[in-house]
């Protein structure tokens, strides 16, 4: 499907470049025209460009024996690919998507629908002919061929299809083997999709549990705030009612120093044993507050304790994780790599 042919007949309309089974034969075939708006004809590779072009047709329903029927014309205009074949190609031609063909990221316009042309090399000046004067026209046509040259060119035409034959099938069966390549990496990518989409579903449900607990520590540590400062202003305001009260006192009792001398002897050596009761009490305050300061202190320690601890066995658990996700990352590079070693072997062994 690669060779280059030189028409006459082309060459007055500017450069054309052919590919496929040139009719030389002069009888009717089926054409049709796509014109890529997106490429320049000086700067593609034509040879790579007519392989994509026959792939196209080939992914769009065309069969393997209507392939190696058809010729591929290009002439500058943006790129515009002729296709021609014999006409019992018409109907897949005409049943193929063409305006969904792709070749070197750009997509074709139909520019002249598939028909019957009279004479491939006059076909810009016979686009088409009806279909009740094929007979006739295909009749005057053939006697005009001498038996030799129809029997010579029928050989050639034959080897070169049995070729032609040979070569796509054997991309057939290529294009098969890479679509199923394909389609088991396609399977083992959504596998790895659904075991990314559960982990992070799990990695969600965590975080709004530890978003939750910290919005209920946050509740109870200002409500304990609030109670707190309610606590603070009750005292402040016992403070001030004990300090008025206080005054009160001492005013009254200036009143009455004079009257209460004796008293206040009296009360003074009371007031020594009081201190002394207090002192004693403080004493065992304090004692009690050390206790009590000792046993929150060994608790604190021991919190600390655990929590290093809890941390240490998070720690190992996470080293754990990470040597299991490297020992499977591992297994499956191995596994890719033996895949690639088989397919390597059935390559040769094909």
Do not use: Y
């Amino acid at each position: 499907l690669d060779s280059t042919l030189d028409d006459p007949s082309l060459h007055a309309n500017g450069s054309m470049h052919a590919t496929g089974n040139l009719d030389s034969t002069n009888e009717p075939q089926c054409s049709t025209e796509l014109t890529f708006d997106g490429l320049s004809f000086q700067d593609i590779d034509q040879t790579a460009f007519k392989h994509d072009l026959l792939n196209g047709l080939r992914s769009g329903g065309m069969s393997a024996e209507a392939l190696q029927k058809v010729s591929i014309f290009l002439r500058e205009g943006s790129i515009i690919a002729e296709i021609r074949g014999p006409v019992d190609v018409l109907e897949d031609l005409q049943a193929a998507p063409l305006a969904e063909i792709s070749v070197c990221g750009c997509t074709a316009r139909v520019t002249r629908e598939a028909s019957i042309v009279a004479h491939p090399a006059a076909l810009d000046q016979t686009p088409s002919i009806a279909f009740h004067d094929f007979a006739s026209w295909t009749h005057g046509e053939r006697s005009r061929q001498t038996g030799e040259e129809i029997e010579r060119r029928r050989r050639e035409e034959e080897e070169r299809q049995e070729a032609e034959k040979q070569r796509l099938a054997e991309e057939e069966a290529a294009s098969q083997r890479r679509e199923e390549g394909i389609e088991r990496q396609e399977v083992e990518h959504q596998e790895l999709e659904r075991q990314e989409l559960e982990r992070q579903e799990a990695e969600w449900q965590r975080l709004a549990e530890e978003e939750a607990e910290r919005q209920k520590r946050e509740e109870e540590q200002q409500e304990a705030q609030r109670q707190d400062a309610e606590g603070q202003h009750l005292a402040e305001e016992e403070a001030k009612r004990q300090k008025q009260e206080e005054e009160d006192r001492q005013e009254a009792e200036r009143q009455h120093l004079a009257e209460e001398e004796a008293e206040r002897q009296k009360r003074e050596e009371q007031q020594e044993v009081e201190r002394q009761r207090f002192a004693e009490q403080e004493a065992m305050m304090q004692k009690r507050e050390e206790e009590e300061r000792q046993e929150a202190e060994q608790q604190r320690l021991a919190q600390q304790e655990a929590e290093r601890q809890r941390w240490e066995e998070q720690e190992r658990q996470e080293a754990e994780r990470q040597r299991l996700a490297e020992e499977e990352a591992e297994r499956q590079k191995r596994e890719e790599k033996e895949e690639e070693a088989r397919q390597e072997t059935e390559r040769r062994r094909l």
